[in-house]
T-cell receptor, first 110, second 117 residues
């Protein structure tokens, strides 16, 4: 594939914080995205990073280190509805390629 | 936010028939559309990148004669699965990118679930 790696599955407790990591190896990098996908539905956009650093959006934050080929999605104050798959995706080649990682299935327990 | 409409949401067809899936950007002009296929419990696999007015660029292993992609206008791209077989049964999703190139304009359609009998 496109060398975008994520853990397959994670479990966390309601109210807690969870960090989902994504590593990638690519040339022509144009940005990294995080999406949430519930079973049987299309992905919904969560965040986008193109520069190094942290982007915060409510309970969700995303971090990028371009030199390390590394990103993470941080979910705070977990809710049961956050149980879903989380996909990182890399945009590359002058915006002409958009590849997804294998996704991380997050299980939130009471 | 921007809206991408995909139609049909569900389609069941007989083996050997062709199925056309439409992807429309409703409130912005999409210079680039990406077509994906997703099998159960797997991630989205990029099939092809479609730029308005030019031929689609297919990923390795995707048969261009089987999966015909047309991006005739800035608001419409179509994927036609020709001579569909049961192994083509999958969830097909399009994603559209806007004219200005702002990455925030990358949005997904609702997806089309194809079942080939």
């Amino acid at each position: 594939g496109q060398n975008i790696d994520q853990p397959t599955e994670m479990t966390a407790t309601e109210g807690a914080i969870v960090q989902i990591n994504c590593t990638y190896q690519t040339s022509g990098f144009n940005g990294l995205f995080w999406y949430q996908q519930h079973a049987g539905e299309a992905p919904t956009f969560l965040s986008y990073n193109v520069l190094d650093g942290l982007e915060e959006k409510g309970r969700f934050s995303s971090f990028l280190s371009r030199s390390k080929g590394y990103s993470y999605l941080l979910l705070k104050e977990l809710q049961m509805k956050d149980s879903a798959s989380y996909l990182c995706a890399v945009l590359r080649d002058n915006f002409n390629k958009f590849y997804f990682g294998s996704g991380t299935k997050l299980n939130v327990k009471p | 936010g921007a809206v991408v409409s995909q139609h049909p949401s569900w389609v069941i067809c007989k083996s050997g028939t062709s199925v056309k899936i439409e992807c429309r950007s409703l409130d912005f002009q999409a210079t680039t559309m990406f077509w994906y296929r997703q099998f159960p419990k797997q991630s989205l696999m990029l099939m092809a990148t479609s730029n308005e007015g030019s031929k689609a660029t297919y990923e390795q292993g995707v048969e261009k004669d089987k999966f015909l992609i047309n991006h005739a206008s800035l608001t419409l791209s179509t994927l036609t699965v020709t001579s569909a077989h049961p192994e083509d049964s999958s969830f097909y999703i399009c994603s559209a990118r806007g004219v200005t190139g702002l990455t925030g304009e990358l949005f997904f359609g609702e997806g089309s679930r194809l079942t080939v009998l």
